[in-house]
């Protein structure tokens, strides 16, 4: 709760061209729902909603009314999302200290962004669909596990190891290749491409996708193709349009001097 005598500052969403004030529909971060308005100056416009000088955690709730927001504000403007967290201090000038100071490169990133949308694809295979085209390919690796079937752990530790590894470096190659396909069909419908961290050991990519709107029909389709020839081996998670955090986050340290 805020004491009765503190003073609010604003949680920062993003920022848009916008040269008018602006209210949005959803409510802001702040528990109770503070409106949703802009913070303009000199043609450009920080989406922001009252809030304390508190630090926010990644909860649940916290990261749904940051993204609500967000996705909001998306369907109408090109937004440069601002990272989760960030409050302007009491009595901070936003327009001043963060729009005018940073309108170059915000209207560099606009333009950059400009009609485009964040797709983002995982691709995980199915445990025993690899671990059989592996088996049934390499036949090295096929006699290895026929040879330990029946016998101890302890009699064949060293034998397992190997057949750990073999197993392993036979995963690499069939990544590269499933990845190699899969890059090779979207890339070419995206204006850039991220990989991520891949998260496990079936994990095939995990990547994002900048992505011209006129565009998104045919990246649409090509995705559907691939789960057409893949969906029997792998997992296709497509998401999006989601806010550009891949491709431009504007973080802001406060001078409060």
């Known amino acids: 709760m805020i004491g009765p005598d503190e003073e609010l500052g604003q949680y920062l969403y993003c920022i848009i061209r916008c040269a008018e004030p602006r209210e949005f529909n959803g409510r802001g971060i702040w528990e109770g729902g503070a409106r949703v308005y802009t913070v303009n100056a000199d043609g450009l416009a920080a989406v922001a909603s009252d809030s304390p000088d508190v630090a926010y955690e990644r909860s649940r709730r916290n990261m749904m009314r940051h993204t609500l927001v967000l996705e909001e504000v998306m369907g109408e403007f090109t937004a440069l999302p601002v990272k989760f967290g960030t409050v302007a201090p009491p009595h901070m000038d936003v327009g001043a200290r963060l729009l005018i100071q940073g309108r170059d490169e915000f209207a560099r990133l606009l333009d950059e962004m400009d009609g485009c949308l964040e797709l983002g694809l995982k691709a995980v295979w199915y445990e025993d669909a690899i671990f059989a ?42 990544r590269e290749t499933d990845a190699g396909l899969i890059l090779g069909r979207l890339s070419p419908l995206a204006v850039k491409v991220r990989e991520n961290h891949l998260f496990s050991d079936r994990m095939v990519i995990n990547a994002a996708f900048l992505v011209d709107r006129r565009q998104e029909p045919a990246f649409d389709r090509a995705v559907d193709d691939l789960n057409a020839e893949m969906g029997n081996r792998l997992i296709l ?21």
Do not use: C
């Open 133 to 174: 085209e592996i088996v049934d390919e390499n036949p090295p690796i096929r006699e290895l596990r026929d040879e330990l079937m029946g016998r101890s752990p302890a009699e064949t530790h060293f034998a397992r190891m190997r057949l750990g590894e073999m197993i392993q470096s036979a995963m690499q190659t069939k």
């Open 237 to 257: 998670k497509y998401i999006g349009p989601a806010p550009l955090y891949n491709f431009v986050s504007i973080s802001v340290a406060w001078d409060r001097r």
